[in-house]
């Protein structure tokens, strides 16, 4: 099986930095997702992590451990538009594509 | 670039009643899933698909069927609609790395 546990709320400063943890217990890795989704749209691809260490877009950093099940996601300079929810995702391995999500993790961004 | 396309966008339907949730993509992706998710929580994988003619079950399939009779066609299938089906649905299709979505259909059952 596989649980993928985030938090359910943040709140920060606009201007600050956040990160947002997922920690995952699966029975096969092939790959972990972050997408953010504003509240009455579809999800949109952030970052993608299939080997361990920090890979960086912009703003936005996410960090992957797999012996330690655990990845975040670092939001850099917030922007009030950056108040969403962050979705934490795991793809299964082999070929079954089977591509399963956190609760996620409702971040809103203060003045 | 159509990308992944949903029809219908709002959907309400009376119990026991049936429908077909469409979704299409036009990127040639060989998996494609199909998501629920209920206010304030997160996606929930319903059924999923690794191509034509495969398809198998998520964690929440119960009231669902599915088919893949071409690569770029995945319906979801509702035969006798309850009210615990209410929610947002997302189709969302991807090749070897990130998943595209669908703008979803709201559906409610009354």
């Known amino acids: 099986g596989q649980n993928i546990d985030q938090p359910t709320e943040m709140t920060a400063t606009e201007g600050a930095i956040v990160q947002i943890n997922c920690t995952y217990q699966?029975?096969?890795?092939?790959?972990l997702f972050w997408y953010q989704q504003h509240a009455g749209e579809a999800p949109t691809f952030l970052s993608y992590?299939?080997?361990?260490g920090l890979e960086e877009k912009g703003r936005f950093s996410s960090f992957l451990s797999r012996s330690k099940g655990y990845s975040y996601l670092l939001l850099k300079e917030l922007q009030m538009k950056d108040s969403a929810s962050y979705l934490c995702?795991?793809?299964?391995?082999?070929?079954?594509?089977?591509?399963?999500f956190g609760q996620g993790t409702t971040l809103q961004v203060k003045p | 670039n159509a990308g992944v396309t949903q029809t219908p966008k709002f959907r309400i339907l009376k119990i026991g009643q049936s429908m077909t949730l469409q979704c299409a993509q036009d990127?040639?992706?060989?998996?494609m899933y199909w998501y629920r998710q209920d206010p304030g929580m997160g996606l929930k994988l319903i059924y999923y698909?690794?191509?034509?003619?495969?398809?198998d079950k998520g964690e929440v399939p119960n009231g669902y069927n599915v088919s893949r009779s071409t690569t770029e066609d995945f319906p979801l299938r509702l035969e006798l609609a309850a009210p615990s089906q209410t929610s947002v649905y997302f189709c969302?299709?991807?090749?070897?790395?990130?998943?595209?979505f669908g703008q979803g259909t709201r559906l409610t059952v009354v």
């Open positions: 990127m040639n992706h060989n998996y």
């Open positions: 992590n299939v080997l361990d």
């Open positions: 699966t029975s096969g890795f092939n790959g």
């Open positions: 698909s690794v191509g034509a003619g495969i398809t």
């Open positions: 969302a299709s991807s090749a070897d790395a990130e998943a595209f």
């Open positions: 995702a795991v793809r299964d391995n082999g070929n079954t594509g089977k591509l399963i």
